[in-house]
């Protein structure tokens, strides 16, 4: 593992260890996360099956986006569709709800259940819970009363909070239980951009006791999905056919970018001569 060009303080981030992966160790290059977004089990198992041999470390299933998704049963059998075929990737599950910019339109209740459900499983390896639920505190017990590890996100799909705001929501985040936290906001100006980037920075250099994942979403915010590791991001998304969130970039392109940035910030005894 070559050294990383993270801020100070890393050590006491608790990384999380997951089938073929360590998520927000110390590293020259982020967690890349694909979506997969199928309505049916037989389109989700052909998307993943359409990035087998591609550099993704971890697969987000967009729970919310399949048909049958109130269907505990259908749900199920779709989780194992997708597990089958990963590869020995990692499954990340996630029912991303209207008010957070997904497709689910779900009472608390079966909110919880639902997150409950997959936990529960045996093939998920991670679950996402929505902070902003009545249920969160619910399902994240549940969660990790079945031993799966939690990403507790926040979506801010209409603006992007002040930089002391968003730092106070990510450690209230990281106070619920969180083994992850995540926050996605969305910019209307370059201040935004740097708002984002900095709250990061000051959580992660700071606060954090948890690995930190943040975007600012739509074309703006780009560049916060390109290098947000170098302020402390330990993960970025990237679309292998459909993006799930506004703004996120081709998985070729997110790798290549990510390639010229870990050669330029490398040490420069780990660079080849004349580089
Ligand atoms: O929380 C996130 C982040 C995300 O919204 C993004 O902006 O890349 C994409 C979602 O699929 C995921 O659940």
Do not use: C, N
């Not at 299933?61 to 109130?70: F, G, I």
């Amino acid at each position: 593992m070559r050294p990383s060009v993270y801020p100070s303080r890393v050590s006491a981030i608790r990384s999380v260890k997951l089938p073929d992966l360590v998520l927000g160790e110390p590293s020259a290059r982020p967690t890349v996360i694909v979506p997969v977004l199928g309505a049916t089990a037989e389109e989700i198992a052909s998307q993943v099956a359409d990035f087998a041999g591609r550099d993704v470390d971890l697969v987000e299933w967009r729970v919310d986006h399949l048909a049958a998704s109130a269907d505990a049963g259908a749900v199920l059998d779709a989780a194992t569709a997708v597990a089958t075929r990963l590869g020995g990737r990692p499954l990340l599950a996630t029912v991303r709800t209207a008010a957070e910019g997904g497709a689910a339109d779900l009472s608390d209740r079966e909110y919880a259940r639902l997150v409950q459900a997959l936990a529960g499983s045996g093939v998920v390896d991670m679950v996402d819970v929505e902070h902003g639920r009545e249920s969160a505190v619910e399902a994240i017990a549940a969660a990790r009363g079945a031993g799966v590890p939690v990403v507790v996100s926040a979506h801010d799909v209409v603006t992007t909070p002040p930089v002391e705001e968003m730092v106070d929501r990510l450690r209230a985040m990281q106070d619920s239980g969180a083994d992850v936290v995540k926050l996605a906001v969305t910019p209307h100006s370059q201040a935004d951009v740097l708002a984002l980037l900095e709250a990061t920075s000051t959580m992660h250099t700071e606060h954090a006791r948890v690995p930190v994942i943040t975007m600012a979403m739509g074309p703006l915010g780009m560049v916060t999905r390109l290098v947000g590791h170098l302020f402390g991001s330990a993960a970025t998304f990237a679309s292998a056919g459909r993006a799930s969130a506004p703004g996120q970039p081709g998985l070729a392109d997110l790798q290549s970018v990510l390639d010229a940035v870990a050669r330029v910030t490398a040490p420069a005894q780990a660079r080849p001569a004349g580089s």
